[in-house]
């Protein structure tokens, strides 16, 4: 198994050390022949989405990107990667890739609580560490749509499908269990398009 990590901006390293600690190979796509190799799922890191977006459409990886997603390549995106994954963003900014029906509200905690860390469920997993930096959150989930996480009310995990995403940085604490969910469940899960 191989995992194709976007490596264009964000903290793309701490992701690929989290595959390392399963055992798990990846690559790193910075160009668009990176895209010519094999991967069974994509991870899209933290970081900034309106840079990384831009990236996206100025190295002329986003079509194709976007294509395999909708085809149902397993995605997981963390905190920005969230966000361009989202078919909605509040208010006014038009979406990215645009392929989970979520809505997210973009540095949505303000400033006194900026980044944070807590515990909370990850559901099927238990409580697990999350660290919170300049995080999104999921203010409105589509039908289709599984609520995995939340914290003080708000959805900070979901899942639709081939698609994972979490408001925080799994990959930033020493716990592997999200990203061995995302590989167990969502990769090797057979999920299907949505
Ligand atoms: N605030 C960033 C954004 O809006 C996301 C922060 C992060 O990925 N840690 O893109």
């Not at 994509?42 to 079509?63: A, Q, V």
């Not at 979520?102 to 990850?122: D, H, K």
């Not at 203010?139 to 003080?152: K, N, Q, R, T, Y």
Request: aromatic residues 6%; glycine residues 10%.
């Amino acid at each position: 198994m191989i995992i194709g990590v976007l490596a264009l901006q964000g903290g793309f390293i701490e992701h690929i050390r989290m595959l390392q600690s399963l055992q798990i190979g990846s690559f790193e796509i910075r160009k668009k022949e990176d895209l010519n190799k094999d991967m069974d799922g994509l991870i899209i890191p933290g970081g900034e989405s309106t840079t990384m977006g831009k990236l996206l459409k100025d190295l002329d990886l986003y079509n194709d990107l976007k294509k395999k997603i909708q085809e149902g390549l397993p995605t997981f995106g963390t905190c920005a990667g969230m966000i361009l994954l989202a078919k909605k963003i509040a208010d006014k900014e038009s979406a990215h890739f645009g392929v989970i029906d979520i809505e997210v509200r973009r540095n949505a905690y303000g400033r006194q609580l900026g980044s944070f860390l807590t515990e909370a469920e990850f559901k099927g997993i238990g409580i697990i560490p999350m660290t919170f930096i300049r995080a999104p959150y999921i203010e409105v989930a589509g039908p289709g749509v599984e609520i995995l996480s939340e914290v003080d009310n708000r959805i900070v995990a979901a899942r639709s499908k081939n698609i994972l995403v979490t408001s925080y940085h799994p990959e930033l604490t020493s716990d592997n269990r999200v990203h061995r969910y995302f590989i167990e469940e969502v990769v090797n899960g057979k999920a299907g398009v949505g």
